[in-house]
């Protein structure tokens, strides 16, 4: 086998750290000093120190707050989760209201009707009945040759859900007999 120089530098760095580490003995200690380290006698045992003793500290909660008690009502974050995890993922069709939306198109098919909206962007998307549209959750119920009827669940000022219809229609000059 071939050495190389690095390969030959490395060996003998080893052997000399290998032999240095030999030579000082066990910690570092010659053989000498161990002996004179291990020879020389106590003279004072060493004194256990002074036990101090101090008085036990005693919690006084008055007008302090409690600590064990959590900063948040958790009953309150707790309804919130749940009306969270109802809500479905939103589509792209339910991240802008039913007014930016524009009805270019109604085609009459095998299964049924379908609309053609576009939004602001200039993209278009595709309605059945039953799809979502707009911030409210609104829902295509019907979709005629000129218009598509959107019912959307509103909430009041106060608090009740009202149903709301919506209609989208084509313009008159986009309207085919």
Avoid: C
Wanted: proline share 7%.
């Amino acid at each position: 086998m071939r050495l190389t120089h690095k390969t030959r530098k490395l060996r003998a760095a080893f052997f000399w750290t290998a032999l240095m580490l030999m030579l000082m003995g066990p910690a570092g200690i010659s053989a000498a000093q161990g002996t004179a380290a291990k020879a020389k006698p106590a003279t004072q045992a060493p004194q256990p120190p002074q036990a101090h003793q101090e008085e036990a500290y005693r919690y006084n909660p008055e007008g302090r707050i409690d600590p064990f008690k959590p900063f948040v009502d958790l009953s309150a974050s707790a309804k919130k989760k749940t009306e969270k995890s109802k809500v479905p993922p939103l589509n792209p069709l339910q991240r802008l209201g039913i007014e930016q939306f524009r009805l270019v198109g109604v085609v009459k098919g095998n299964k049924g009707r379908r609309a053609m909206v576009q939004d602001a962007s200039g993209k278009f998307y595709s309605l059945v009945p039953g799809s979502y549209i707009g911030l409210n959750r609104g829902r295509v119920t019907a979709i005629l040759k000129d218009r598509v009827i959107v019912h959307e669940r509103v909430t009041t000022d106060e608090g009740k859900i009202e149903s709301r219809r919506q209609v989208m229609k084509l313009r008159q000059d986009e309207v085919k007999p």
